[in-house]
Protein backbone atom coordinates (compact mmCIF):
# COMPACT_ATOMS: atom_id res chain seq x y z
CA UNK A 1 0.00 0.00 0.00
CA UNK A 2 2.74 2.38 0.80
CA UNK A 3 5.00 1.30 -1.95
CA UNK A 4 1.00 2.07 -4.51
CA UNK A 5 0.89 5.82 -2.72
CA UNK A 6 4.51 6.57 -3.13
CA UNK A 7 4.29 5.75 -6.98
CA UNK A 8 0.64 7.91 -6.96
CA UNK A 9 2.80 10.62 -5.44
CA UNK A 10 5.82 10.43 -8.34
CA UNK A 11 3.31 9.86 -10.87
CA UNK A 12 1.10 13.28 -10.05
CA UNK A 13 4.71 15.22 -9.07
CA UNK A 14 5.29 14.17 -13.32
CA UNK A 15 1.91 15.24 -14.37
CA UNK A 16 2.45 18.44 -12.61
CA UNK A 17 5.73 18.96 -14.45
CA UNK A 18 4.15 17.77 -17.58
CA UNK A 19 1.43 20.40 -17.30
CA UNK A 20 2.88 23.64 -15.71
CA UNK A 21 6.49 23.95 -17.04
CA UNK A 22 5.92 23.61 -20.76
CA UNK A 23 2.71 25.78 -20.47
CA UNK A 24 5.07 28.62 -19.07
CA UNK A 25 7.93 27.77 -21.30
CA UNK A 26 5.71 27.88 -24.45
CA UNK A 27 4.02 31.23 -22.85
CA UNK A 28 7.66 32.53 -22.15
CA UNK A 29 8.79 31.84 -26.27
CA UNK A 30 5.51 33.62 -27.16
CA UNK A 31 5.89 36.65 -26.05
CA UNK A 32 9.83 36.31 -26.46
CA UNK A 33 11.10 39.59 -28.50
CA UNK A 34 11.67 38.87 -32.42
CA UNK A 35 13.83 40.66 -34.81
CA UNK A 36 13.20 39.48 -38.30
CA UNK A 37 15.05 40.65 -41.58
CA UNK A 38 12.49 41.20 -44.62
CA UNK A 39 12.59 39.01 -47.29
CA UNK A 40 12.44 41.54 -50.55
CA UNK A 41 12.53 41.45 -54.68
CA UNK A 42 14.65 43.03 -56.69
CA UNK A 43 16.40 43.55 -60.44
CA UNK A 44 19.49 44.04 -61.55
CA UNK A 45 21.16 47.20 -61.46
CA UNK A 46 18.12 48.44 -58.85
CA UNK A 47 18.35 50.02 -55.60
CA UNK A 48 16.52 47.99 -52.80
CA UNK A 49 15.20 48.80 -49.42
CA UNK A 50 15.25 45.94 -46.25
CA UNK A 51 13.08 46.59 -43.44
CA UNK A 52 14.29 45.22 -40.27
CA UNK A 53 11.27 44.87 -37.79
CA UNK A 54 11.10 43.96 -34.00
CA UNK A 55 7.64 42.28 -32.76
CA UNK A 56 7.38 42.17 -28.68
CA UNK A 57 9.79 44.57 -27.78
CA UNK A 58 9.39 44.26 -23.98
CA UNK A 59 11.69 47.64 -23.55
CA UNK A 60 14.94 47.64 -25.35
CA UNK A 61 17.05 50.60 -23.83
CA UNK A 62 19.91 49.61 -26.19
CA UNK A 63 21.24 47.74 -28.90
CA UNK A 64 24.48 46.27 -30.98
CA UNK A 65 23.68 43.73 -34.22
CA UNK A 66 25.88 43.11 -36.91
CA UNK A 67 24.54 43.05 -40.49
CA UNK A 68 25.86 40.70 -43.34
CA UNK A 69 25.26 40.62 -46.72
CA UNK A 70 26.07 38.60 -49.57
CA UNK A 71 28.28 39.54 -52.64
CA UNK A 72 26.12 41.51 -55.57
CA UNK A 73 24.73 43.41 -53.06
CA UNK A 74 26.16 47.16 -52.05
CA UNK A 75 24.85 48.45 -48.72
CA UNK A 76 24.22 52.32 -49.57
CA UNK A 77 22.20 54.06 -46.79
CA UNK A 78 20.68 53.26 -43.39
CA UNK A 79 17.76 54.79 -41.02
CA UNK A 80 16.72 54.15 -38.26
CA UNK A 81 13.52 53.08 -37.76
CA UNK A 82 10.25 54.10 -35.37
CA UNK A 83 10.75 51.49 -32.90
CA UNK A 84 13.80 52.68 -32.12
CA UNK A 85 12.96 56.56 -32.33
CA UNK A 86 13.96 57.28 -28.36
CA UNK A 87 17.14 56.01 -28.56
CA UNK A 88 20.02 56.76 -30.11
CA UNK A 89 21.57 55.25 -33.82
CA UNK A 90 25.64 54.61 -33.85
CA UNK A 91 26.29 54.06 -37.58
CA UNK A 92 29.12 52.08 -38.90
CA UNK A 93 32.40 53.91 -40.30
CA UNK A 94 31.55 52.22 -43.28
CA UNK A 95 29.00 49.76 -45.14
CA UNK A 96 31.52 47.01 -45.84
CA UNK A 97 29.93 43.45 -44.84
CA UNK A 98 30.14 42.88 -41.83
CA UNK A 99 29.08 46.39 -40.28
CA UNK A 100 28.07 47.02 -36.43
CA UNK A 101 24.89 49.05 -35.87
CA UNK A 102 24.25 51.16 -32.36
CA UNK A 103 21.70 51.85 -30.48
CA UNK A 104 21.26 53.39 -26.56
CA UNK A 105 19.37 55.36 -24.43
CA UNK A 106 19.56 56.48 -20.62
CA UNK A 107 15.85 55.78 -20.42
CA UNK A 108 13.23 55.12 -22.24
CA UNK A 109 9.49 55.78 -21.33
CA UNK A 110 7.15 53.46 -21.66
CA UNK A 111 5.16 55.26 -24.85
CA UNK A 112 8.53 54.63 -26.73
CA UNK A 113 8.54 51.50 -25.88
CA UNK A 114 6.86 49.91 -29.50
CA UNK A 115 7.55 47.47 -32.06
CA UNK A 116 7.74 48.07 -35.45
CA UNK A 117 10.81 49.23 -37.74
CA UNK A 118 14.11 49.72 -36.12
CA UNK A 119 16.22 49.65 -39.30
CA UNK A 120 15.92 50.37 -42.98
CA UNK A 121 18.87 49.25 -45.15
CA UNK A 122 18.94 50.34 -48.71
CA UNK A 123 21.41 47.78 -51.07
CA UNK A 124 22.04 48.57 -54.24
CA UNK A 125 21.69 44.94 -56.23
CA UNK A 126 25.20 44.55 -58.81
CA UNK A 127 23.75 45.16 -62.48
CA UNK A 128 25.47 41.41 -63.39
CA UNK A 129 23.30 39.30 -60.53
CA UNK A 130 21.80 36.23 -62.16
CA UNK A 131 17.74 36.38 -61.83
CA UNK A 132 16.72 34.00 -58.95
CA UNK A 133 19.83 34.34 -57.01
CA UNK A 134 19.10 34.71 -53.59
CA UNK A 135 21.44 37.24 -51.66
CA UNK A 136 20.93 36.52 -48.06
CA UNK A 137 20.39 39.66 -45.27
CA UNK A 138 21.98 38.66 -41.41
CA UNK A 139 21.58 39.89 -38.48
CA UNK A 140 23.24 38.56 -35.31
CA UNK A 141 24.06 40.09 -31.89
CA UNK A 142 26.29 38.77 -29.09
CA UNK A 143 24.75 38.06 -25.14
CA UNK A 144 24.79 41.50 -23.67
CA UNK A 145 24.69 43.54 -26.44
CA UNK A 146 20.76 43.59 -26.07
CA UNK A 147 19.40 45.22 -22.29
CA UNK A 148 16.31 46.83 -20.82
CA UNK A 149 16.33 49.61 -18.57
CA UNK A 150 17.48 47.78 -15.40
CA UNK A 151 20.47 46.64 -17.35
CA UNK A 152 19.07 43.38 -18.03
CA UNK A 153 20.04 41.07 -20.55
CA UNK A 154 17.11 40.29 -23.45
CA UNK A 155 17.55 37.44 -25.61
CA UNK A 156 16.20 38.16 -29.07
CA UNK A 157 14.71 35.53 -31.49
CA UNK A 158 16.37 36.58 -35.44
CA UNK A 159 15.05 36.02 -38.65
CA UNK A 160 17.02 36.29 -40.93
CA UNK A 161 15.84 37.50 -44.86
CA UNK A 162 17.10 37.74 -48.45
CA UNK A 163 17.20 39.78 -51.65
CA UNK A 164 15.69 37.58 -54.65
CA UNK A 165 16.37 38.76 -58.10
CA UNK A 166 14.01 38.78 -60.62
CA UNK A 167 14.06 39.70 -64.11
CA UNK A 168 11.12 41.96 -64.67
CA UNK A 169 9.80 45.35 -63.09
CA UNK A 170 7.44 44.63 -60.35
CA UNK A 171 3.95 46.17 -62.19
CA UNK A 172 5.30 46.66 -65.59
CA UNK A 173 2.33 44.63 -66.66
CA UNK A 174 2.40 45.95 -70.54
CA UNK A 175 6.41 45.15 -70.36
CA UNK A 176 7.57 48.82 -71.52
CA UNK A 177 10.03 48.38 -68.68
CA UNK A 178 8.10 51.51 -66.35
CA UNK A 179 5.28 51.28 -63.83
CA UNK A 180 2.98 54.05 -64.67
CA UNK A 181 -0.67 54.52 -64.99
CA UNK A 182 -0.97 52.29 -67.84
CA UNK A 183 -0.25 49.29 -65.76
CA UNK A 184 -2.50 50.15 -62.96
CA UNK A 185 -5.34 50.61 -65.51
CA UNK A 186 -4.61 46.66 -67.02
CA UNK A 187 -4.14 45.58 -63.33
CA UNK A 188 -8.00 47.58 -62.51
CA UNK A 189 -9.54 46.38 -65.65
CA UNK A 190 -8.55 42.58 -65.10
CA UNK A 191 -9.86 42.85 -61.38
CA UNK A 192 -13.26 43.94 -62.84
CA UNK A 193 -13.21 41.15 -65.50
CA UNK A 194 -12.80 43.47 -68.48
CA UNK A 195 -9.55 42.49 -69.78
CA UNK A 196 -7.18 38.98 -69.54
CA UNK A 197 -4.12 38.97 -68.51
CA UNK A 198 -1.17 36.62 -69.66
CA UNK A 199 0.75 34.16 -67.08
CA UNK A 200 3.80 36.49 -67.50
CA UNK A 201 1.29 39.76 -66.64
CA UNK A 202 -0.32 38.29 -63.94
CA UNK A 203 3.11 37.49 -62.33
CA UNK A 204 4.28 41.04 -63.22
CA UNK A 205 1.14 42.58 -62.10
CA UNK A 206 0.92 40.93 -58.63
CA UNK A 207 3.20 43.57 -56.56
CA UNK A 208 2.09 42.32 -53.46
CA UNK A 209 2.93 38.75 -54.25
CA UNK A 210 -0.79 37.14 -52.87
CA UNK A 211 -0.99 35.02 -56.04
CA UNK A 212 -3.44 36.97 -57.58
CA UNK A 213 -4.23 40.57 -59.48
CA UNK A 214 -6.48 42.53 -57.55
CA UNK A 215 -7.58 46.15 -57.17
CA UNK A 216 -4.68 45.97 -54.67
CA UNK A 217 -2.23 45.64 -57.05
CA UNK A 218 -3.71 48.17 -59.18
CA UNK A 219 -3.13 50.59 -56.05
CA UNK A 220 -0.06 49.16 -55.11
CA UNK A 221 1.15 49.83 -59.07
CA UNK A 222 -0.45 53.50 -58.97
CA UNK A 223 1.63 53.89 -55.68
CA UNK A 224 4.93 52.93 -57.55
CA UNK A 225 4.13 55.15 -60.72
CA UNK A 226 3.76 57.71 -57.98
CA UNK A 227 6.44 57.31 -56.75
CA UNK A 228 5.15 56.40 -53.01
CA UNK A 229 6.01 53.01 -52.80
Request: hydrophobic fraction near 45%; proline fraction near 3%; aromatic fraction near 6%.
Amino acid sequence: MAKTKKLLSVFLALLMMLTVFPTSIIASAANAATVTVESVNAVPGSNVEVNINVKNNPGILAANFTVTYDKGLTLIDSKSGDAFSALSMTKPENYNSPCKFGWDALEIADEDIKDGTILTLTFSVDKNVSANSKLNVKLSYQNGNIIDSDLNDIPVTINNGSVTIIDYIPGDINGDGNTNTADAVFAMRYALGLIELTETQLIHGDVNEDGVVNIVDAIGIMRIAMGLN
